[in-house]
């Protein structure tokens, strides 16, 4: 019996529906320790630290049947394993172009479909073809009825709505912590121990640059683990998910939030087997419809979409720049500097990015996002910056996320409007204005909130752009009601200066 070419799989492809299901479990599994992968970029520590344990957890698990090899490039580790090898699709453009390439060298037999997503690439193209807009709700509507989410024998959706996100949008409560459950928390072991002491010689050698801090760590990186994390979530937290998800504590960074995200990017649960275990929990009366669809829109939605139009737009839609942003990342920024930053909200978030590698999705697109909007930050510059320092950030992750979505770079295929906003919404869903600096009732002057003022001064610098985007109508007519206008244009010039 001939035997399988074995099977190389990248750091972020983790999962048994990767490497053990019926057309793989005989192969042999190739994970490869690349010196340039790690090397290149600034990623976060703990991001390097997931990965890094999450290859060697599996090679654990896996026994025999894997092998490492350690190589200054991918290239050179196949070219010392010596026998051709079959991968999934890699999640980014210049991963895919490798591969290709190591196909044409014949070092790649087969370039298989990814198991990390619930669409193909082609059922994808099919859906798109013909369509002059790109909306997130008619796929993730689509998605439901393809897969049978939520839906009643009649092909209706559960409850009579597609969508509860209404109802999932209240501040936070008046204290200081959500009263649910705490999420998992993995307890380290003798990898975790191998994996800092080989990081830190690595660090010290210069061979990688990381920001952030180390540790402990904060997710799984092993099947196992993933699926303890998952069903936690499930049993006691998926319940109180929905209601407050847009909220913010400085005094609870993870709240009712799944904290899933790592494991699915990192490729060590199945994204439909999560949305079907969720299901189950509304099907049983444990966990509210709204809690629950607001999950699965997460993943079967916009996790699916992200990933499908990083590969639909191509390489040049990083090139997007619609409202013409060239400001450079502050050294604090880029740095998780997050002492050097006053207003209370952003100090948090970045905060979190630095002890962490995390921010929930709020903080990243009202706070993060916000503020670069307003300062103008250049949008692929910050694109890198995302996917990068965050533990389940990937190249496939952020363009979408952070061109469209955030940014407004692309002016309008993600998001119908910029996402900017004032100190009033932050004040609202957080309890962070109450001890800061800042007033977020003022746009002028020392207690004047960067986010009150900078919103204004955005919408000045960028008004004949967005004119013609009817959702910017009212908030453009708002502008000429300022009679200070120019006294916080100047302001914010000034403070963008830093």
């Known amino acids: 019996m001939t035997t399988p070419p074995a099977l190389w799989l990248f750091g972020d492809q983790l999962g048994p529906h990767f490497h053990s299901t ?24 703990q991001k390097l630290h997931l990965i890094e344990a999450g290859m060697r957890r599996l090679a654990a698990d896996l026994g025999s049947r894997a092998r ?61 073809a013909g369509r002059h807009r790109y909306v997130m709700e008619d796929f993730y509507r689509d998605q439901r009825r393809r ?42 072991n003798e990898i975790d121990k191998q994996v800092r002491v ?15 801090v180390d540790g402990p760590r904060q997710f ?10 998952l069903r936690r979530f499930l049993d006691h937290r ?25 494991p699915l990017n990192h ?43 990083y590969w639909h737009l191509g390489p040049d839609y990083l090139k997007h720049n619609r409202l013409r942003a060239r400001n450079k990342l502050p050294a604090w920024w880029r740095e998780l500097d997050a002492d050097m930053v006053e207003a209370a909200c952003l100090r948090t978030a970045l905060a979190g990015v630095r002890d962490r590698g995390y921010a929930h999705h709020i903080e990243r697109l009202m706070v993060l996002g916000n503020h670069a909007l307003q300062r103008g930050y250049d949008p692929a510059e910050l694109t890198d910056w995302f996917a990068t320092a965050f533990v389940d950030g990937f190249p496939w992750v952020m363009p979408a996320n952070v061109i469209g979505m955030s940014q407004y770079a692309d002016g309008g295929i993600v998001a119908t409007k910029p996402y900017a906003a004032g100190g009033a919404y932050i004040n609202r869903m957080s309890d962070h204005c109450g001890g800061c600096v800042f007033d977020p009732r003022k746009r002028i002057g020392e207690k004047a909130c960067p986010f009150t003022a900078g919103y204004w001064a955005f919408l000045d ?7 013609g985007n009817p959702r910017m109508r009212q908030p453009l007519n708002g502008l000429n009601r300022l009679s200070d206008l120019g006294e916080v244009v100047a302001q914010e010039n000034d403070r963008r200066r830093v």
């Open 238 to 262: 998926l319940a109180t998910f929905g209601p407050h998800q847009d909220a913010m504590l400085h005094a609870d960074w993870a709240m009712s939030h799944a904290l899933l995200s790592v």
């Open 147 to 188: 897969f049978g989410i939520l839906l009643e024998p009649d092909g209706e959706p559960s409850g009579g709505k597609w969508n509860y996100d209404h109802d999932n949008r209240r501040p936070p409560p008046a204290r200081s912590t959500l009263p649910v459950p705490a999420p998992w928390h993995p307890k380290e």
């Open 461 to 467: 610098r960028n008004a004949e752009l967005l004119r």
């Open 68 to 128: 490492i090899i350690d190589a200054a490039t991918y290239t050179d580790g196949l070219r010392r394993f010596g026998k051709p090898v079959v991968v999934h699709e890699p999640g980014s453009h210049a991963a895919e172009a490798l591969v290709r390439r190591l196909h044409e060298r014949g070092l790649v037999a087969d370039i298989l479909p990814t198991p990390g997503f619930i669409l193909s690439k082609q059922d994808f193209s099919a859906w798109v």
């Open 198 to 212: 080989d990081l830190d010689r690595a660090e010290s050698e210069g061979t990688i640059h990381p920001v952030g």
């Open 22 to 45: 019926p057309e793989h479990r005989d192969r042999e599994v190739l994970l490869i320790r690349s010196t340039a992968a790690f090397g290149r970029r600034r990623f976060h520590r």
């Open 267 to 309: 490729g060590l649960l199945d994204p439909l087997d999560v949305i079907r275990k969720a299901e189950e929990r509304y099907r049983d009366g444990t966990a509210p419809l709204a809690s629950v669809e607001g999950f699965v829109r997460q993943i079967l939605g916009w996790r699916e979409w992200v990933w499908h139009l």
């Open 220 to 229: 799984a990186v092993g099947h196992a683990e993933a699926h303890r994390a």
